[in-house]
Nanobody, 118 residues
């Protein structure tokens, strides 16, 4: 089994910054893609950013140029630096990883709230 622990959410004014962190633990043999998703009230969960094991990154158009995803393979962590936050970034943010324990699975964190006030 793989456990994900997220941290770093909170309340910030528009234009501010937050950094989300996610640490993976458990019986991890290998991790492939790591990413962050978000879900705003009344909306579907959407991909915010992802990073492969080769550090190839993907971003949602709405966050390009403002958010940066990074990973530390030794510590098995993935971070999301969020700058110039906007009220529309308000959502619950979830960490997700594709990991091999006894087989390949997608694992999800419990979510962390990010609220951006105008």
């Amino acid at each position: 089994q793989v456990q994900l622990m997220e941290s770093g959410g909170g309340l910030v004014q528009a234009g501010g910054s937050l950094r989300l962190s996610c640490a993976a633990s458990g019986n991890i043999i290998r991790i492939n893609t790591m990413g962050w998703y978000r879900q705003a009230p009344g909306k579907q969960r959407e991909l915010v950013a992802a990073i492969t094991s080769d550090s190839i990154t993907t971003y949602a158009d709405s966050v390009k140029g403002r958010f940066t995803i990074s990973r530390d393979n030794a510590k098995i962590t993935v971070d999301l630096q969020m700058n110039n936050l906007k009220p529309e970034d308000t959502a619950v943010y979830y960490c997700a990883v594709e990991a091999y324990s006894d087989s390949w699975h997608d694992y999800w964190g419990q979510g962390t709230q990010v609220t951006v006030s105008s």
